[in-house]
T-cell receptor, first 110, second 114 residues
Framework: EQQVQQSPASLVLQEAENAELQCSFS?????VQWFYQRPGGRLVSLLY???GTKQSGRLTSTTVIKERRSSLHISSSQITDSGTYLC????????????FGTGTRLQVLP | DPKIIQKPKYLVAVTGSEKILICEQY?????MYWYRQSAKKPLEFMFS???????DNQTASSRFQPQSSKKNHLDLQITALKPDDSATYFC?????????????FGSGTRLTVL
């Protein structure tokens, strides 16, 4: 079964601190996405990062395919960054099934 | 201005009944999906449709039946409801249903089965 593991499960930060979220995959994949979800809310795609490093504002994702892992760095965290961050991969080729991790719940305190 | 509309937002049903979850997308996408999220499991893929054709079905039970009356609609019919079906059901879409596409999600329908 294709699986995605995320760590840490939860993280508490003071505002302006940086966060590092990790994701590992049970299979080799070059289709990695990071999503953000507010409690009870819809998911929003943050970054699509098949390999290497990609940046969007205060978010930086690094995916290392041969090590089957990806990370998401959040710099200068803000209270509004609080929520759950989900990592997702696509499985084998010729499928558009996306497998999600269990998420990292981030809480940023003032 | 949400581009993927799910109705209703909340739904309460009794065991054994049947419900239909509605999803419409206005992104001009050709692929649509259903995902389920419960307290016990991570977000789970259920179905994918591309150009109104079923592409992938990872739902073990035939009680879950997607219905696509139009290209931008993908409803989910659930029959003989069970308490274990309680979850938030998310509809999503992407441009073509090919690999490497960004997924866009609706706000979900939270289903509670009593």
């Amino acid at each position: 079964e294709q699986q995605v593991q995320q760590s840490p499960a939860s993280l508490v930060l003071q505002e302006a601190e940086n966060a590092e979220l990790q994701c590992s995959f049970s299979i080799f994949t070059n289709q990695v996405q990071w999503f953000y979800q507010r409690p009870g809310g819809r998911l929003v795609s943050l970054l699509y990062n098949p390999s290497g490093t990609k940046q969007s504002g205060r978010l930086t994702s690094t995916t290392v395919i041969k090590e089957r892992r990806s990370s998401l760095h959040i710099s200068s965290s803000q209270i509004t960054d609080s929520g759950t961050y989900l990592c997702a991969m696509e499985g084998t080729s010729n499928t558009n099934k996306v497998v999600f991790g269990t998420g990292t719940r981030l809480q940023v305190l003032p | 201005d949400p581009k993927i509309i799910q109705k209703p937002k909340y739904l309460v049903a009794v065991t054994g009944s049947e419900k239909i979850l509605i999803c419409e997308q206005y992104l001009g996408h050709n692929a649509m999906y259903w995902y389920r999220q419960s307290a016990k499991k991570p977000l789970e893929f259920m179905f994918s449709y591309s150009y109104q054709k079923l592409m992938d079905n990872q739902t073990a039970s035939s009680r879950f039946q997607p219905q696509s009356s139009k290209k931008n609609h993908l409803d989910l019919q659930i029959t003989a409801l069970k308490p274990d079906d309680s979850a938030t059901y998310f509809c999503a879409s992407s441009q073509e249903g090919l690999g490497g596409e960004t997924l866009y999600f609706g706000s979900g329908t939270r289903l509670t089965v009593l």
